[in-house]
């Protein structure tokens, strides 16, 4: 059985490239600089399906994407989340939160519809993470 992505993560975000372990993604949402990190393993759902090496290297790509986050500028904090309530496969929210954003003091989920990026927004943010 090959790797996957669902086709609900396909369809909202934008690939920006293949780690080790996880496929990253770009959320589609200008709102906030946000990555989603997909473990290119088939079948997994929760973290605990991932055996132990695998766990540690997640941690390590959650970490790298969050250097690159913080690298970009006004972010201030950083939100992590792996729900699975809509998309079951196992993949992980990493998500740059700057003062004043629309979701507030709240979570980025569910926080209003999703703002496209366009087209020269996108390819800038693509460069600055890719080139982390």
């Known amino acids: 059985m090959n790797f996957e992505l669902d086709p609900r993560l396909q369809a909202d975000t934008v690939f920006v ?4 372990l996880c496929r990253v993604l770009l959320m589609n949402d200008a709102r906030y600089p946000w990555l989603v990190l997909v473990p290119r393993r088939p079948g997994l759902i929760e973290i605990a399906d991932l055996p132990a090496s695998d766990r540690a290297a997640l941690m ?11 690298s970009l500028p006004g972010v201030v904090k950083l939100n992590v989340g792996a729900l699975g309530n809509v998309v079951r496969q196992l993949h992980v929210h990493v998500v740059g939160r700057r003062a004043g954003d629309p979701a507030g003091a709240g979570p980025v989920w569910g926080h209003g519809p999703a703002v496209p990026y366009d087209p020269a927004g996108r390819e800038h943010l693509l460069g600055l993470v890719r080139a982390r």
């Open 60 to 70: 390590e790509d959650i970490v790298r994407a969050g250097e690159c986050l913080r």
């Open 17 to 20: 490239t293949d780690w080790p």
